[in-house]
């Protein structure tokens, strides 16, 4: 027997002539009587008739071309369902692609003297792909309403495990997604939704590094990232652009332990608090050595100290902390947790968006929590120890949605959004805090800065600022995200 191979993207429906029972279920050879010999065969509750190529049918005409004469049978021209391969009268092709629709794996196997009917078995995956692009381009926020499912590739579990990202698997595999649910280019979204990604590294987010950021359950940004990455990949077609910042350190920091030592000459322990009552009766005072490395006129080391403790006090930031070696510039904990790094490659390549990357932190005479700014701009004789990010602020204010998460949340997500709502508070009815994806800083015994980010998300809440959660659906978010939903 002759078979051939098709695409079944090349089938097309054309007007059936008429046919004896063919399109009844339930219909059995001894049921046609004198027509008996016109039908070859029966597939399940379907008959196959026709001929061959090239033979004569019983309505005179000559099949010439194999491919006309393929075509669903009795499909429902408002329903578009084919009631007569079911023995129960339930929809088949629907313009959700969560249901199984019409269609085989793209390419159907057509046997000799069966060209009438073609009988899918799986899903139609081109039709689930159309389908998709029209229900999410059917409002302005694209797929917002209904969350995507994970790709096969995902495992909620082992987000903690350092490792490569197979970039050309997902490359590859993010195509074939976008393609199967509908995911049209950034560019196209109606409402552009920014998510701003504060310094999701492996330092802050994975168990056993430096400055891991356990909260008060102690699995604090573990249990952050799983949410984070499941939001993700389920709002794809939500997520316009990603920018991400990176904390960047090197060994010579004001905030490390080699840059301050005691009268003795000894060094400070991690998350030592250094206030100006403690600069002033020389408890602490800055290293020569380190000074020099860092760029700074050992003569001026203790001026510079005294002053910048005091601008944090008179600014309202947190005494200067002496933290543990972190997100060191070339190090395994300065990368991004693996699994945030995948999920963002494959958004990149699935919505067609390049991820930003912002850097901050290296400034060796300032503390840099903020992507937005330094902690004190200037030195004691108004040297400039940093910048503000203007561009990225412009940046942020041509989406119509911001969305931050990342760690910590009570401090360097925390100053990140004080900072942009002071520089430009108009941004705050845009604004969205992923609460459940984010923790505070917390050392059981020496700091625990919980109330001090419950504090500061309250203060963005008053100014406008929208706190939600991650696993609540966006539909559901109050602000621009859901009114525009709701066009």
């Given at each position: 027997m002759n078979r051939v191979v098709v695409d079944e993207r090349d089938l097309q429906p054309e007007e059936a002539p008429p046919r004896r029972l063919v399109d009844q279920p339930r219909t059995g050879l001894r049921e046609l009587?004198?027509?008996?010999?016109?039908?070859?065969?029966?597939?399940?509750?379907?008959?196959?008739?026709?001929?061959a190529l090239g033979e004569e049918a019983a309505d005179r005409r000559v099949l010439v071309r194999r491919r006309e004469e393929l075509e669903p049978a009795g499909a429902h021209e408002k329903r578009r369902r084919l009631d007569a391969l079911l023995g129960k009268r339930a929809p088949v092709l629907d313009s959700r692609p969560e249901q199984s629709l019409i269609g085989g794996d793209r390419l159907v196997e057509v046997a000799d003297r069966v060209a009438d009917v073609v009988y899918a078995r799986d899903r139609h995956r081109r039709d689930a792909s159309q389908s998709g692009r029209a229900r999410r381009q059917g409002g302005t926020v694209g797929g917002m309403g209904s969350e995507l499912p994970l790709p096969p590739h995902v495992d909620l579990e082992g987000v903690a495990e350092v490792r490569r990202?197979?970039?050309?698997?997902?490359?590859?595999?993010?195509?074939?997604?976008?393609?199967?649910?509908?995911?049209?280019?950034?560019?196209?979204?109606?409402t552009r939704t920014c998510l701003l990604l504060v310094d999701a590294q492996n330092t802050f987010c994975t168990p056993g590094f430096?400055?891991?950021?356990?909260?008060?359950?102690?699995?604090?940004?573990?249990?952050?990232?799983?949410?984070?990455?499941?939001?993700?990949?389920?709002?794809?077609?939500?997520?316009?652009?990603?920018?991400?910042?990176l904390d960047t350190h090197q060994a010579f920091?004001?905030?490390?332990?080699?840059?301050?030592?005691?009268?003795?000459?000894r060094h400070p322990d991690p998350y030592t608090l250094v206030t100006p009552e403690d600069v002033a009766a020389g408890r602490w005072r800055v290293d020569p050595g380190a000074a020099a490395v860092a760029g700074l006129d050992p003569e001026w080391g203790d001026e510079h100290l005294a002053a910048y403790v005091r601008s944090l006090a008179a600014g309202g930031k947190y005494d200067l902390t002496v933290w543990p070696f972190h997100a060191m510039l070339g190090g395994v904990g300065h990368a991004l947790v693996s699994a945030i790094e995948e999920a963002l490659f494959f958004h990149a390549i699935a919505r067609r968006s390049q991820t930003t990357f912002e850097i901050k932190g290296w400034q060796p005479l300032t503390e840099h929590y903020s992507v937005l700014g330094p902690e004190v701009l200037r030195g004691s004789r108004g040297e400039p120890l940093g910048e503000r990010n203007a561009k990225l602020v412009e940046h942020l204010l041509g989406f119509d949605a911001v969305l931050?998460?990342?760690?910590?949340?009570?401090?360097?997500?925390?100053?990140?959004?004080?900072?942009?709502?002071?520089?430009?508070?108009?941004?705050?009815?845009?604004l969205y805090l992923l609460e459940d994806c984010t923790s505070s800083v917390v050392v059981p015994g020496i700091v625990d800065y919980t109330e001090d980010a419950d504090a500061a998300f309250a203060r963005f809440a008053e100014a406008g600022a929208h706190v939600v959660r991650s696993t609540d659906p966006i539909a559901a978010w109050s602000g621009p995200l859901g009114a525009a939903l709701a066009r």
């Open positions: 009587g004198e027509h008996a010999g016109d039908v070859v065969g029966l597939v399940r509750d379907v008959m196959e008739a026709g001929p990202v197979d970039y050309e698997s997902r490359f590859r595999e993010a195509i074939a997604w976008a393609s199967e649910h509908g995911l049209p280019p950034a560019a196209e979204d109606g430096e400055l891991f950021v356990a909260g008060r359950s102690g699995a604090g940004a573990l249990d952050d990232t799983r949410r984070l990455v499941a939001f993700l990949y389920g709002s794809l077609d939500a997520i316009t652009q990603v920018v991400v910042t920091q004001i905030f490390h332990a080699p840059f301050l030592m005691d009268p003795e000459g931050v998460a990342g760690q910590a949340k009570s401090h360097c997500v925390a100053w990140t959004v004080e900072d942009l709502l002071a520089d430009a508070p108009e941004i705050a009815p845009r």
